[in-house]
């Protein structure tokens, strides 16, 4: 079974920084894509970033550009999200997801999600 693991969260201060991790275990491919998503309370889900196994290429929202930094490590199957500059707006649940080719977030396998919490 493919599972994800996803922590790292917690409660920061603005201006602060977290560092997420994303475990991936049971996928048989080594082409997949790992994205971030976040979820706010009353908001629809956001894609924040993705990444490609393949070439470490990435992907940002806007809202995150220049301060979010994903990266890979592909021999433990672990997918960073490094988060700088945090801004009380970053606060949500965030979830990474595994798929084949693209950061969709509509595919089957999700992590248990991990709060993040900024403080203003």
């Known amino acids: 079974d493919v599972q994800l693991q996803a922590f790292g969260g917690g409660l920061v201060q603005a201006g602060g920084f977290l560092r997420l991790s994303c475990a991936a275990s049971?996928?048989?491919?080594?082409?997949?894509?790992i994205g971030w998503f976040r979820q706010a309370p009353g908001k629809e889900r956001e894609g924040v970033s993705c990444i490609s196994s393949v070439d470490g290429s990435t992907y940002y929202a806007d809202s995150v550009k220049g301060r979010f930094t994903t990266s890979i490590d592909n021999a433990k199957n672990t997918v960073y999200l490094q988060m700088n500059s945090l801004k009380p707006e970053d606060t949500a649940i965030y979830y990474c997801?595994?798929?084949?080719?693209?950061?969709?977030?509509?595919?089957?396998?999700w992590g248990q999600g991990t709060q993040v919490t900024v403080s203003s």
């Open positions: 997801a595994l798929e084949q080719y693209l950061c969709s977030g509509g595919g089957d396998y």
């Open positions: 049971g996928f048989t491919s080594d082409v997949y894509t």
